[in-house]
């Protein structure tokens, strides 16, 4: 009988593990898309899953099948490797991100020659802050105005730029540092000296994160 009953607990073990896993996949999925500055119904119309069920996802409370998995890795334009990354992982208190291997990510409305590194990320279901390591080459981009919850800080590490704030433009040159809104449309105006790089720190209040 005592037999019977340990092989009865094993699939509960296994049940209990796989809810886990669905559950970090679940949170890399929305870190990725807000990090992407999409909305949940974008992802859902580029993967072709249904708002509904990728909601479900989000929240761990279904385990997505590879295909799945497979058309969401298209539609955040990231690997499948990056969505497990997190699996396994302890929960610590401290991220290690050594040169060059920051998480590359792909906000809306950039195209050619910028980069965006995100350099930590919350491990939980609320995010405090997100550091970005961005690097931005091509002078004859137009950029968008991204807009987003929480305060922004720039720090220009090299090269120089005008940015714009709603209706005003602040020239930016290396050293400089820059706080604002981030509910206010902003954004890159012309770039003047290239290559650029700035750290951009965007801040989460505890209202916003939860």
Same mark, same amino acid.
């Given at each position: 009988?005592? +037999?019977? +009953?340990?092989?009865?607990? $094993?699939?509960?073990?296994? $049940?209990?593990? $796989?809810? %886990? ?12 898309? /807000? ?9 859902? &119309? &580029?993967?072709?899953? /249904? ?8 929240? %761990?409370?279904? /385990?997505? *099948? ?12 990231? *690997?499948?490797?990056? #969505? ?14 050594? +040169?060059?291997? %920051? ?14 590194? #995100? ?40 090269? *120089?730029? @005008? ?15 820059? @706080?604002?809104? %981030? ?6 105006? +012309? ?7 700035? #750290?951009?720190?965007?801040?989460? $209040? ?5």
């Amino acid at each position: 009988m005592a +037999k019977a +009953k340990r092989q009865r607990a $094993a699939p509960a073990a296994g $049940a209990a593990g $796989a809810a %886990g896993v669905a559950r970090q996949i679940g949170m890399t999925v929305r870190r990725l898309r /807000s990090s992407h500055g999409l909305t949940l119904g974008e992802v859902a &119309r &580029r993967s072709n899953i /249904s708002p509904a069920m990728l909601s479900r996802m989000e929240n %761990g409370d279904v /385990s997505p *099948s590879l295909e799945t998995l497979s058309a969401l890795t298209g539609a955040l334009g990231v *690997s499948l490797s990056q #969505l497990f990354g997190d699996v396994g992982k302890p929960r610590g208190t401290a991220q290690h991100v050594p +040169k060059g291997q %920051g998480l590359e990510v792909v906000r809306r409305g950039t195209k050619r020659g910028h980069t965006y590194h #995100l350099l930590a990320a919350d491990r939980g279901p609320r995010r405090a802050f997100e550091p970005f390591l961005v690097t931005l080459n091509d002078k004859s981009e137009v950029f968008p105005g991204f807009e987003h919850p929480g305060t922004e800080f720039i720090y220009l590490l090299e090269g *120089s730029l @005008t940015y714009r704030h709603g209706e005003d433009t602040y020239l930016l040159k290396a050293g400089d540092a820059f @706080t604002f809104a %981030g509910e206010v449309p902003h954004g890159p105006e +012309k770039l003047l000296k290239t290559p650029i790089r700035m #750290l951009s720190i965007i801040i989460h $209040a505890e209202t916003e994160a939860a």
